[in-house]
C-alpha cells in the first residue's frame, strides 16, 4: 500500500490541521524534536505507519490508532 493512502477518516490535530495519509503522519513524526521521536508512544506509531505501508490490510486502521494515542499521550502530559 502506497504511503499516499489515506486513513478512513483523517486524524486532527491542534489548530485544526489534519492527518490525511500515512505519509503525512510519517512527515508530522519526522518534525518532532529527536529525542520525542524516541519516545515510545512515538515508535511505535512509526512502526504501524510503515506496517501499513509495506503490507496494508488491516495494518491501516492500527497506525490510526497508534497516531491517536501518541497524540492524545502528548495531550495529557501538557
Not at 486532527?12 to 489534519?18: P, S
Request: no cysteine; proline share 5%; hydrophobic share 45%.
Amino acid at each position: 500500500m502506497p504511503w499516499s493512502t489515506p486513513f478512513d477518516d483523517p486524524i486532527g490535530l491542534r489548530g485544526g490541521r489534519k492527518l490525511r495519509t500515512l505519509q503525512e503522519a510519517a512527515d508530522f513524526i519526522m518534525q518532532l524534536p529527536e529525542a520525542e521521536q524516541q519516545e515510545a508512544r512515538w515508535q511505535t506509531a512509526i512502526e504501524m505507519l510503515i506496517n501499513a505501508a509495506e503490507t496494508g490490510g488491516g495494518w491501516l486502521m492500527f497506525a490510526r490508532i497508534g497516531m491517536l494515542r501518541a497524540l492524545s499521550a502528548n495531550t495529557r502530559r501538557r
